[in-house]
């Protein structure tokens, strides 16, 4: 089964992430040619690395990987659009309509030339993997052709991501594309539903969780670096691979069997069931022992669920009902 983009060996990630920290903060790239004087502009991020300041809203923009296409779609952002590319499964039911309303350059990720030949002038990445400098894709190969980027922060963060993490993603693109009023309406109306499912689940006891995305030799787990782990936190759950200094990376079964997990969270995409993971799972004698194998305590997450988007907020909720389905003891 083919992995999802975050599968990348160390030394891949490090060889896109080069090209990231080369134009370094001190490069500012102003396009003089996007009009001048709209509402909220000048705007400057620096986003990974990459330091740009903004006159006006990009106008021709394709996205790469699913959950900053939501982010776009979420904040309304759609007839900014040009094209999208690579999704994980389905987008979120109050999307469709935008979406379908979006050209798809690719099932995964587009060609440099047929990127440029849908001539945008910014192209917004979920994963390091969607600038891939091997494939002429790098952020300074696109600043080269005159095309403004952003990679999604979890990607780059060099610390734990977490819900904040998630509000930053939302008011910094709300503030590139001049719609910083609806990104902190989202965050406040976010923030609101985090809250809530912490007060259902005070004075609950964390379960530990295990995450099996993939894997049949080892398991492709979630680390700590990640918002998944954020997310089994604030979900009631306590990650038995939080101590993997990743957001995602392998550990071996003999791991698993020693840490115990109660619950196994499943994520779901690919052409892989969860059926099918989960009978791996349950005919693998060496895991029989395992307290969430022995009492088949399933969860199951989308993988976009899992990742720094919108959906993270309500996935904390879907999450933590699955955890706790009694909800709170004592």
Same mark, same amino acid.
């Given at each position: 089964?083919? &992995?999802? =983009?975050?599968?990348?060996?160390?030394?891949?990630?490090?060889?896109?992430? *080069?090209?990231?920290?080369?134009?370094?903060?001190?490069?500012?790239?102003?396009?003089?040619?996007?009009?001048?004087?709209?509402?909220?502009?000048?705007?400057?991020?620096?986003?990974?690395?990459?330091?740009?300041?903004?006159?006006?809203?990009?106008?021709?923009?394709?996205?790469?990987?699913?959950?900053?296409?939501?982010?776009?779609?979420?904040?309304?952002?759609? /007839?900014?659009?040009?094209?999208?590319?690579?999704?994980?499964?389905?987008?979120?039911?109050?999307? #469709?309509?935008?979406?379908?309303?979006?050209?798809?350059?690719?099932?995964?990720?587009? $060609? /440099?030339?047929?990127?440029?030949?849908?001539?945008?002038?910014?192209?917004?990445?979920?994963?390091? +993997?969607?600038?891939?400098?091997?494939?002429?894709?790098?952020?300074?190969?696109?600043?080269?052709?005159?095309?403004?980027?952003?990679?999604?922060?979890?990607?780059?963060?060099?610390? =734990?991501?977490?819900?904040?993490? *998630?509000?930053?993603?939302?008011?910094?693109?709300? &503030?590139?594309?001049?719609?910083?009023?609806?990104?902190?309406?989202?965050?406040?109306?976010?923030? /609101?539903?985090?809250?809530?499912?912490?007060?259902?689940?005070?004075?609950?006891?964390?379960? +530990?969780?295990?995450?099996?995305?993939?894997?049949?030799?080892?398991?492709?787990?979630?680390?700590?670096?990640?918002?998944?782990?954020?997310?089994?936190?604030?979900?009631?759950?306590?990650?038995?691979?939080?101590?993997?200094?990743?957001?995602?990376?392998?550990?071996?079964?003999?791991?698993?069997?020693?840490?115990?997990?109660?619950?196994?969270?499943?994520?779901?995409?690919? $052409?892989?069931?969860?059926?099918? /993971?989960?009978?791996?799972?349950?005919?693998?004698?060496?895991?029989?022992?395992?307290?969430?194998?022995?009492?088949?305590?399933?969860?199951?997450?989308?993988? $976009?669920?899992?990742?720094?988007?919108?959906?993270?907020?309500?996935?904390?909720?879907?999450?933590?009902?699955?955890?706790?389905?009694?909800? =709170? #003891?004592?």
């Amino acid at each position: 089964m083919p &992995r999802h =983009p975050y599968a990348l060996t160390a030394a891949a990630v490090t060889a896109l992430l *080069v090209p990231l920290t080369g134009c370094g903060a001190g490069t500012t790239e102003t396009k003089p040619d996007r009009k001048a004087a709209a509402p909220g502009f000048p705007y400057t991020v620096s986003n990974c690395g990459t330091k740009t300041t903004f006159d006006a809203p990009p106008e021709r923009v394709v996205t790469m990987n699913q959950h900053v296409t939501e982010v776009m779609l979420a904040l309304g952002l759609e /007839k900014s659009l040009i094209g999208t590319a690579y999704l994980d499964d389905a987008v979120l039911p109050a999307y #469709k309509k935008a979406y379908d309303s979006v050209p798809v350059l690719a099932k995964e990720y587009p $060609s /440099k030339e047929k990127l440029l030949a849908a001539n945008p002038d910014f192209v917004y990445g979920g994963y390091a +993997s969607a600038f891939d400098a091997k494939d002429g894709l790098s952020r300074d190969d696109l600043a080269k052709s005159g095309v403004d980027s952003r990679l999604n922060i979890e990607s780059c963060t060099d610390r =734990p991501a977490t819900m904040d993490d *998630v509000y930053r993603e939302i008011d910094e693109v709300g &503030r590139t594309f001049g719609v910083a009023d609806r990104a902190k309406t989202w965050n406040e109306e976010a923030r /609101k539903r985090v809250a809530a499912t912490a007060g259902k689940l005070k004075g609950t006891e964390p379960v +530990s969780v295990f995450v099996y995305d993939s894997g049949d030799k080892t398991a492709f787990t979630a680390g700590g670096k990640g918002i998944g782990n954020e997310m089994i936190t604030r979900a009631g759950g306590r990650n038995v691979f939080a101590d993997l200094d990743k957001a995602f990376g392998d550990a071996s079964w003999e791991q698993v069997v020693a840490r115990k997990p109660e619950v196994v969270v499943i994520y779901d995409y690919g $052409s892989t069931t969860v059926e099918q /993971k989960k009978k791996r799972l349950l005919e693998d004698p060496a895991l029989a022992d395992v307290p969430a194998i022995r009492n088949k305590r399933f969860a199951v997450l989308p993988l $976009s669920d899992a990742v720094l988007g919108v959906r993270a907020p309500d996935a904390v909720a879907r999450l933590a009902d699955q955890l706790h389905p009694s909800g =709170p #003891k004592g």
